[in-house]
């Protein structure tokens, strides 16, 4: 985590070390060297079948141990788009170029590694440059340059990096501390400061969900983002800017105007969802998903020229299209009708809560953005399902309680939504729902559980039950093997699940420090509210170390024992105030802490 490197000890006499260069992005790394002494090791090549994704041709380089995998994409999204070039550069044996063209050589050889001379080093370059030429060239510079070189360049840019971004600490339980570790580095090898791009379900490290954008970046990854390295929040937001053709396609091909965002969105922006799956239909909650992240950066970090450029096209687009989706009925409410929720076991349903909820929080922002009295008064009478005689909202007309769910929906709507539901009905909300929540889901879910059972907590007793039932529960079934990796759902789906790491670590920032991000345009100056929960039960320590505010103008770090402790900077011209307000009535040892902006006094 320290140095951006997976690092493998085999019986304390060969070292492995891979990476993904920091500097070079288009460099991967793999370094053995010996640990004490000499040893003799074999290495085997290990090819795999066939790419079905791209016809590859092998080109040899006469006199060296490497070779050129080069070709093309076999399948583009539509008929109008181009296919890709690809080009790889890989570590070959010359004995082994005798291989047939288009296909990956299978290899072994023997290596003699001693611990007194350089460590072995492969590399592997990938590439859309067609001028291979130019690209033998910068390969011969990775080959020419010093293996202590590029150890460190890359070590340096990586810590940049960590030194930039918000830290979680975790103290007093090994495994939790691990799989934090593990979490912030999933997210951040995910996406780059360079690249107006946004993170699939399995991040860069699988091919899992064919490397598509879901509703997993906006709602699990990107709140860790926005207060971890907003740089790449915003460029997770820029890569739906960029491809809001794509969205105007999809709402125009459903007879709807403005923007209708692909469930599946890829290469071209376009909806990518395959035809026998009907979410890409009928899942049209990420339209208001995307809404919401949007709003969030705005919130939290204020710059007049990325609301002005980014963040209020993504709200006006998407309220044009909400406006021209819902339907008003002989209640004079209006209704959303025909989807499919956040829980995935059903479909063709009417009036999901978050659905409704978030359609409703992305109308209202767009309004912020560009005044539009039909816009509020679609927000303002939205249909909210209720249900009086057991005080807790129905997941959708017609649900009824235990039905098994997929993940967390209904839920979502107190955090990360912040609606001011009643707190009778959000706590009737979470009894119920935890019941019928099936514990095979998605491994995120828990984690929203956690963090809003213990904004409601009234006592050490809920915040262990909390803590053991959902935080330790979604951890503990979900994580993986020696590098604390995440599964999709315990022990199937996806591996390498950033979406799991994203929900993960919001229990952290949003449970245990309590953050909430605040904006009311009669108090602008209020940037964010904590109210830290003391962690209990195995856990002694959580520390959050420069939480971004304002861009990163303002930085918060909160340390959560017994007690809590806050730190912030600030910019120059910056006067920040806090003010706590104690809860005496309460068991728990919490208090508020309001960070507020002050103006800077004239000079009498």
Same mark, same amino acid.
């Given at each position: 985590?320290?140095?951006?490197?997976?690092?493998?000890?085999?019986?304390?006499?060969?070292?492995?070390?891979? @990476?993904?260069?920091?500097?070079?992005?288009?460099?991967?790394?793999?370094?053995?060297?010996?640990?004490? $002494?000499?040893?003799?090791?074999?290495?085997?090549?290990?090819? +795999?079948?066939?790419?079905?994704?791209?016809?590859?041709?092998?080109?040899?380089?006469?006199?060296?141990?490497? &070779?050129?995998?080069?070709?093309?994409?076999?399948?583009?999204?539509?008929?109008?788009?181009?296919?890709?070039?690809?080009?790889?550069?890989?570590?070959?044996?010359?004995?082994?170029?005798?291989?047939?063209?288009? !296909?990956?050589?299978?290899?072994?050889?023997?290596?003699?590694? #001693?611990?007194?001379?350089?460590?072995?080093?492969?590399?592997?370059?990938?590439?859309? !440059?067609?001028?291979?030429?130019?690209?033998?060239?910068?390969?011969?510079?990775?080959?020419?340059?010093?293996?202590?070189?590029?150890?460190?360049?890359?070590?340096?840019?990586?810590?940049?990096?960590?030194?930039?971004?918000?830290?979680?600490?975790?103290?007093?339980?090994?495994?939790?501390?691990?799989?934090?570790?593990?979490?912030?580095?999933?997210?951040?090898?995910?996406?780059? !400061?360079?690249?107006?791009?946004?993170?699939?379900?399995?991040?860069?490290?699988?091919?899992?969900?064919?490397?598509?954008?879901?509703?997993?970046?906006?709602?699990?990854?990107?709140?860790?983002?926005?207060?971890?390295?907003?740089?790449?929040?915003?460029?997770?937001?820029?890569?739906?800017?960029?491809?809001?053709? $794509?969205?105007?396609?999809?709402?125009?091909?459903?007879?709807?105007?403005?923007?209708?965002? %692909?469930?599946?969105?890829?290469?071209? +922006?376009?909806?990518?969802?395959?035809?026998?799956?009907?979410? +890409?239909?009928?899942?049209?909650?990420?339209?208001? #998903?995307?809404?919401? &992240?949007?709003?969030?950066?705005?919130?939290?970090?204020?710059?007049?020229?990325?609301?002005?450029?980014?963040?209020?096209?993504?709200?006006?687009?998407?309220?044009?299209?909400?406006?021209?989706?819902?339907?008003?009925?002989?209640?004079?409410?209006?209704?959303?009708?025909?989807?499919?929720?956040? #829980?995935?076991?059903?479909?063709?349903?009417?009036?999901?809560?978050?659905?409704?909820?978030?359609?409703?929080?992305?109308?209202?922002?767009?309004?912020?953005?560009? /005044?539009?009295?039909?816009?509020?008064?679609?927000?303002?009478?939205?249909?909210?399902? @209720?249900?009086?005689?057991?005080?807790?909202?129905?997941? *959708?007309?017609?649900?009824?309680?235990?039905?098994?769910?997929?993940? /967390?929906?209904?839920?979502?709507?107190?955090?990360?939504? $912040?609606?001011?539901?009643?707190?009778?009905?959000?706590?009737?909300?979470?009894?119920?729902? !935890?019941?019928?929540?099936?514990?095979?889901?998605?491994?995120?879910?828990?984690?929203?559980?956690?963090?809003?059972?213990?904004?409601?907590?009234?006592?050490?007793?809920?915040?262990?039950?909390?803590?053991?039932?959902?935080?330790?529960?979604?951890?503990?079934?979900?994580?993986?093997?020696?590098?604390?990796?995440?599964?999709?759902?315990?022990?199937?789906?996806?591996?390498?699940?950033?979406?799991?790491?994203?929900?993960?670590?919001?229990?952290?920032?949003? +449970? *245990?420090?309590?953050?909430?991000?605040?904006?009311?345009?009669?108090? %602008?100056?209020?940037?964010?509210?904590?109210?830290?929960?003391?962690?209990?039960?195995?856990?002694?320590?959580?520390?959050?170390?420069?939480?971004?505010?304002?861009?990163?103008?303002?930085?918060?770090?909160?340390?959560?024992?017994?007690?809590?402790?806050?730190?912030?900077?600030?910019?120059?011209?910056?006067?920040?105030?806090?003010?706590?307000?104690?809860?005496?009535?309460?068991?728990?040892?919490?208090?508020?802490?309001? *960070?507020?902006?002050?103006?800077?006094?004239?000079?009498?």
């Amino acid at each position: 985590m320290e140095t951006g490197r997976y690092l493998e000890r085999m019986d304390d006499t060969v070292e492995r070390t891979m @990476y993904v260069h920091r500097e070079h992005k288009n460099l991967l790394v793999h370094e053995m060297k010996s640990i004490n $002494g000499f040893h003799e090791v074999c290495i085997k090549s290990n090819p +795999g079948p066939p790419s079905k994704d791209i016809n590859f041709t092998k080109r040899v380089v006469q006199g060296k141990d490497y &070779a050129v995998y080069y070709g093309w994409t076999q399948i583009i999204e539509w008929d109008s788009d181009p296919n890709l070039y690809i080009a790889v550069i890989t570590w070959e044996p010359r004995g082994m170029h005798s291989a047939k063209i288009g !296909e990956i050589s299978s290899w072994s050889q023997y290596f003699n590694l #001693d611990s007194s001379k350089d460590p072995l080093i492969f590399h592997t370059m990938i590439t859309e !440059e067609t001028d291979t030429a130019k690209v033998l060239q910068e390969y011969e510079q990775y080959l020419n340059t010093k293996s202590e070189v590029l150890m460190s360049t890359h070590m340096a840019n990586w810590k940049n990096l960590r030194q930039t971004a918000a830290k979680i600490k975790v103290e007093g339980y090994t495994e939790l501390t691990r799989t934090v570790n593990s979490s912030v580095y999933e997210l951040l090898i995910s996406l780059r !400061e360079d690249v107006y791009w946004s993170s699939s379900p399995g991040g860069l490290t699988t091919n899992s969900y064919n490397g598509h954008v879901f509703w997993d970046f906006e709602t699990w990854m990107y709140p860790v983002y926005l207060v971890m390295h907003p740089i790449l929040a915003k460029n997770g937001l820029q890569y739906r800017l960029n491809h809001l053709p $794509g969205a105007r396609k999809k709402a125009a091909d459903n007879k709807y105007l403005g923007a209708m965002w %692909p469930w599946e969105s890829s290469y071209s +922006g376009d909806e990518m969802t395959p035809r026998f799956a009907k979410t +890409g239909q009928m899942e049209h909650h990420i339209s208001g #998903d995307i809404v919401f &992240a949007a709003r969030q950066y705005d919130y939290l970090h204020r710059n007049a020229e990325v609301r002005k450029n980014l963040l209020c096209p993504l709200a006006i687009e998407t309220a044009i299209y909400w406006a021209s989706r819902v339907e008003i009925d002989f209640d004079g409410l209006y209704h959303i009708r025909n989807i499919i929720p956040p #829980d995935e076991y059903v479909e063709n349903v009417d009036d999901n809560i978050y659905t409704n909820d978030v359609a409703k929080i992305s109308l209202l922002y767009a309004n912020e953005c560009r /005044a539009n009295e039909t816009w509020v008064d679609i927000a303002t009478h939205m249909y909210v399902e @209720y249900n009086a005689s057991l005080d807790y909202h129905p997941e *959708f007309t017609g649900y009824v309680p235990s039905r098994k769910v997929k993940q /967390a929906d209904v839920i979502l709507v107190s955090f990360p939504l $912040g609606q001011n539901y009643t707190e009778s009905s959000l706590r009737n909300d979470l009894r119920i729902y !935890e019941k019928a929540t099936d514990w095979k889901g998605p491994a995120m879910t828990w984690a929203m559980f956690f963090i809003n059972s213990v904004e409601l907590a009234n006592s050490t007793q809920d915040v262990v039950r909390a803590t053991h039932r959902h935080l330790y529960k979604g951890f503990l079934l979900n994580m993986k093997g020696l590098f604390y990796v995440w599964w999709e759902a315990p022990h199937v789906g996806a591996i390498h699940f950033a979406t799991g790491a994203g929900g993960f670590l919001q229990a952290f920032v949003f +449970g *245990f420090a309590g953050l909430r991000i605040h904006y009311d345009p009669n108090k %602008p100056e209020v940037l964010a509210r904590f109210k830290p929960i003391t962690p209990l039960e195995l856990v002694t320590k959580v520390q959050v170390e420069d939480i971004h505010l304002l861009e990163g103008k303002v930085k918060i770090s909160v340390m959560v024992e017994p007690g809590a402790t806050f730190v912030w900077t600030r910019n120059e011209g910056l006067y920040l105030s806090l003010i706590h307000i104690s809860e005496p009535t309460r068991p728990l040892y919490i208090s508020y802490a309001v *960070f507020c902006l002050k103006k800077k006094k004239k000079k009498k």
